[in-house]
């Protein structure tokens, strides 16, 4: 069993920025992937950023592309997202989810309780 638990949200400008950190513990393997979802108010869960806990390797959403970067801590067992140039359609609650998914965008195991993020134009 794993645990996360989402930090780093709140309300920011258009264009301004904020980090998001995911705090992982239980049961974590080396090859699981860690990943960030949002879901915006009327609309269904989109994936945002993942990356491999062991190696590193990270893969993003087109939409995120260029202005979001994930990164993990394997020390600290923490996974984060900085976010930057935001958009009110990045408006959203982000989850944290962990897994041993072979995909990116789907197969996760255990999610976090989410934290909102909102950004006024």
């Known amino acids: 069993q794993v645990q996360l638990v989402e930090s780093g949200g709140g309300l920011v400008q258009a264009g301004g920025s904020l980090r998001l950190s995911c705090a992982a513990s239980?049961?974590?393997?080396?090859?699981?992937?860690m990943g960030w979802f949002r879901q915006a108010p009327g609309k269904e869960r989109e994936f945002v950023s993942a990356?491999?806990?062991?190696?590193?390797?990270?893969y993003y959403a087109d939409s995120v592309k260029g202005r979001f970067t994930i990164s993990r801590d394997n020390a600290k067992y923490t996974v984060s997202l900085q976010m930057s140039s935001l958009k009110p359609e990045d408006t959203a609650v982000y989850y944290c989810?962990?897994?041993?998914?072979?995909?990116?965008?789907?197969?996760?195991?255990?999610w976090g309780q989410g934290t909102q993020v909102t950004v006024s134009s």
């Open positions: 239980g049961r974590i393997f080396n090859t699981y992937r």
């Open positions: 990356i491999r806990w062991n190696i590193g390797t990270t």
């Open positions: 989810a962990a897994g041993l998914t072979t995909g990116w965008t789907s197969g996760y195991d255990f």
